[in-house]
């Protein structure tokens, strides 16, 4: 059983970075892969970033791959990701998910096999 809590969300201004942590506890994280969600109002979720259980593999969503960056250390049991130059359709709840699958790229962030998720935390960008 794993357990997921997001942190680091909050109001940023047009251009602007944050930075969002997700702390998992449980066993076998290093054979965890760990997806970044989205769900803005009135929309899907949608992925964003995963990286596999060693961190070696990564994968982004076309249209923020070059602003987002997502890292984990499993020393310390966290995933991290980085988003720069954010802009107002960034705004949205964001959910780390975890799975003990082993997707692999191009599935790595097929949301199908995540099934353990944290509440999520909320950015929002305005100025």
């Known amino acids: 059983q794993l357990q997921l809590a997001e942190s680091g969300g909050g109001l940023v201004p047009p251009g602007g970075s944050v930075r969002l942590s997700c702390a998992v506890s449980?066993?076998?994280?290093?054979?965890?892969?760990i997806g970044w969600f989205r769900q803005a109002p009135g929309k899907e979720r949608e992925a964003v970033a995963c990286?596999?259980?060693?961190?070696?593999?990564?994968e982004y969503a076309d249209s923020v791959q070059a602003r987002l960056t997502i890292s984990r250390d499993n020393a310390k049991n966290t995933v991290y990701l980085q988003m720069n130059g954010l802009q107002p359709e960034d705004t949205a709840v964001y959910f780390c998910?975890?799975?003990?699958?082993?997707?692999?790229?191009?599935?790595?962030?097929?949301?199908?096999?995540?099934?353990?998720w944290g509440q999520g935390t909320q950015v929002t960008v305005s100025a």
């Open positions: 990286i596999s259980g060693s961190g070696e593999s990564t």
């Open positions: 998910g975890a799975t003990l699958a082993h997707p692999t790229v191009p599935a790595l962030c097929n949301p199908v096999p995540y099934d353990y």
């Open positions: 449980g066993s076998n994280f290093d054979y965890t892969a």
